[in-house]
């Protein structure tokens, strides 16, 4: 029987083995992107290196997503190793698609590479017949958060309920089976070393707002319309003033856009549409928050004499990381990248939909430092492949080896020991719950 150690040297010099293509496929990725729920191309691509290691897998989950499963020798938990399929829309970024703006302005072709040099690893090495368990092989859609308006549609036709790929995953029970999962993220951080852990993340609730005025003429008689614009800008404006009186604890952040402004300019605007988002470090936080800023968007369309329709979305939990598996995760990192190189974080205002996992099971959602730029920015992009996509993935794969072997020691005594903090149904209801929908007219 080999010992753990070499299981993670066999499965480590594999992926260097296949380094270079994996590589090449995380690249092809890069200048292929697509935003959430239209990622067709991208998942033909993990599809097709799927059906290339002969690891079975469905697809079509959460509309875009797919999920391969390899079995251990023997029967135990299964480790989920995830990667998300999207892209965000960034104006200007040097591989963003010229007819759509999409573009990896954060990395997530280097996730998808990740995931599947684990796989590559896991099944060329021939490890998975001494570990116990299995391991699913997941792409998620959508965990940027973005296109709210086209994403409601879509649940309004009836195609999905959340607007998040990872919420999905759980309501359809694509990780009913999963007991522990875990995925890493590429970061531009400089002070993050080259692998960040722990750390916690804002939660987060979307609204879609639309103002509805009455159309005239803007020079002949704006007098007989409704300027839906100008309901939008003292809705905006109204937000700004109450941000003295959220707490720093508490890290509030607001940042809504206009999507829509008017039909012409030489019409007085009718139909105004925005999108926000609302975070916080806590549930209570963000949603306190959300309704100030129902507050200020009444009062915008209320100054003119409008109405204002407002949707508010359930988005992400904020994220809890399972501090047994870090322990794990870390001596396999500070093994690949020295010790030094190793940073704990603290707080982090984003959002990510891995947080909605960590809700229901133990997850580690660690970072790797491979890129340059500022995250969801023109110049973000991902300079060390070997690191981003190679070194991150044994840090993984060695993870998922210590889980699974010894009969699935660790991941039975972490799964044993882990209170969720919520149930798979009390999650659902808690993120129904923030859904609302209403109309304020004067």
């Known amino acids: 029987m ?48 799927f059906q290339a290691m002969g690891i079975p897998y469905e697809e079509g989950i959460g509309i875009t997503g797919l999920k391969g499963m390899l079995n251990g020798g023997s029967s135990g938990p299964t480790v ?40 590559a690893g896991l099944t060329g090495s021939g490890v998975m017949d001494d570990l116990a368990g299995r391991v699913a092989l997941i792409a998620v859609p959508a965990e940027e958060y973005i296109e709210i308006e086209f994403r409601d549609d879509l649940r309004r036709e009836g195609k999905l309920e959340f607007l998040g790929g990872k919420p999905e995953f759980i309501r359809l029970g694509a990780l009913d089976d999963v007991d522990l999962a875990m ?39 704006p007098h007989a319309g409704v300027n839906a614009l100008n309901a939008a800008m003292i809705a905006l404006n109204a937000i700004h003033a109450q941000r003295e009186t959220y707490r720093d604890h508490d890290t509030i952040r607001i940042h809504p856009i206009i999507t829509r402004g008017g039909a012409s300019v030489n019409s007085v605007p009718a139909d105004v549409r925005m999108e926000t988002f609302v975070r916080g470090r806590s549930v209570e936080a963000f949603l306190a928050a959300s309704d100030k800023v129902d507050r200020a968007l009444r009062a915008g369309a209320m100054a003119v004499g409008g109405s204002v329709d407002i949707t508010t979305l359930p988005g992400y939990m904020p994220i809890q990381n399972d501090e047994s598996m870090l322990q794990l995760y870390r001596a396999n990192a500070a093994g690949l990248v020295g010790e030094e190189n190793i940073v704990r974080l603290q707080h982090r205002t984003g959002s990510t939909d891995m947080g909605d996992v960590s809700q229901i099971m133990p997850i580690i959602h660690p970072y790797v430092v491979a890129a340059t730029g500022s995250g969801h920015g023109d110049d973000y992009v991902v300079q060390d492949y070997e690191l981003g996509v190679l070194t991150a993935a044994k840090a993984m794969a060695a993870t998922v080896v210590d889980l699974l072997a010894d009969g699935a020691r660790h991941a039975g005594e972490i799964k044993e020991r882990y209170r969720a903090p919520m149930t798979k149904s009390e999650y659902l209801s808690v993120m129904r719950s923030m859904h609302k929908e209403a109309t304020y007219t004067r």
């Open 2 to 49: 080999p010992t753990t150690q070499e299981l993670k040297a066999r499965v480590q010099s594999e992926i260097d083995r296949r380094g270079q293509d994996l590589i090449a496929t995380t690249k092809h990725i890069l200048n292929n992107p697509e935003p959430g729920f239209r990622e067709v191309k991208t998942a033909r691509t993990v599809a097709q290196n």
């Open 80 to 119: 989920a190793v995830m990667g998300e399929l999207d892209s965000l829309k960034v104006l200007g970024h040097p591989h963003a698609d010229p007819d759509t703006t999409a573009a990896h302005a954060c990395g997530h072709h280097c996730q998808i590479g990740m995931m599947l040099a684990v796989a």
């Open 183 to 221: 995925m890493t993220h590429t970061s531009s951080n400089s002070d993050e070393g080259k692998l960040a852990i722990g750390g916690t993340n804002n939660g987060i609730v979307a609204k879609r707002i639309q103002f509805n005025g009455r159309a005239s003429h803007a020079g002949g008689a």
